[in-house]
């Protein structure tokens, strides 16, 4: 490895629990540093859960010291009041990320499917199998933790093809190691 | 005044602009100190609309260095996709109270109506006209200044009837200064 590695840092934010997963991309190769995923207490008042998302985000920002950021487009519940609570943990979420200058990419849940399965239509189950493939994990993160992971592979693919190389990833072994 | 002033931050969060209002509460007395809005641009991504949102708000606390934050409770729309950024820029907002450590207090539009207005069913010139007899203004604040205003000045009254005062304001004469 002569390239000193891009460090990316995935996110998946959610009204009750946002994922997270960071990598590294040595050229072609991408190999796995940390995942987890930061919970909310539904009942707790919005500023509590505010608070915990945007400051447990600056923490993982403080120690793995990502470059880059993508985050998962959030779906549109049918429920207004739903996504009302989605839309506040993701604007926490990317207020944290511009907070420390990082620049944000973002992916539909299409397009990381896309990325990762192969197929826009893949379930949850086929994302968190294609990330312990693609990063040769020992243990199967928890689901939110994968789509974390894999909103940051979807962006190491792109950012591949973006800078003209070629888009297959190598990827190396990563031993997983869950943050919380 | 033999009291310190308790100052207090209303914002009233939009997705394409969030009003803000500054006041301070001497006792019975409540005190014009500033208000404005921060606009986003729709066209821009996300990452830089929140980015606007979490600077300025962080901006005007440095400023005016409020002890107490009040938020409107944003109003659902029936339209997922304004709901959706409504919140994201309202999440920005709270993520900015939170990291300066500011206890945020929420308030419905329903009751930010009551306290100003007297009855849930004003009109939003209704709103604006008493934000300006209340705090005796020089001159009429922008809509969504105004709405920052009214959500601080609701905390006031409830702040007072919390601590066991009158819950009737005075309110001294104020000059506005509109800081965007």
Redesign the interface.
Known sequence: MTQAPVRILGIDPGSRSTGFGVIDLYGREAVYVASGCIKTIPKD???GR??I???HIGEIIDTYQPVQAAVEK?F???N??A?????????????????RDL??Y?YTALQVKQAVVGKGKAAKEQVQHMVVEMLKLSGTPQEDAADGLAVALTHALRYKTLSGQKSALNIKRGRLQSLS
Do not use: D, F
Request: charged share 10%.
């Open positions: 008042e919005l500023a505010i608070g998302i945007v400051h959030v549109v519940n049918v207004p009041a996504t009302l609570m989605l839309g506040q943990a993701r604007g926490a979420a990317v207020a944290a990320l511009v907070l620049p944000v973002e």
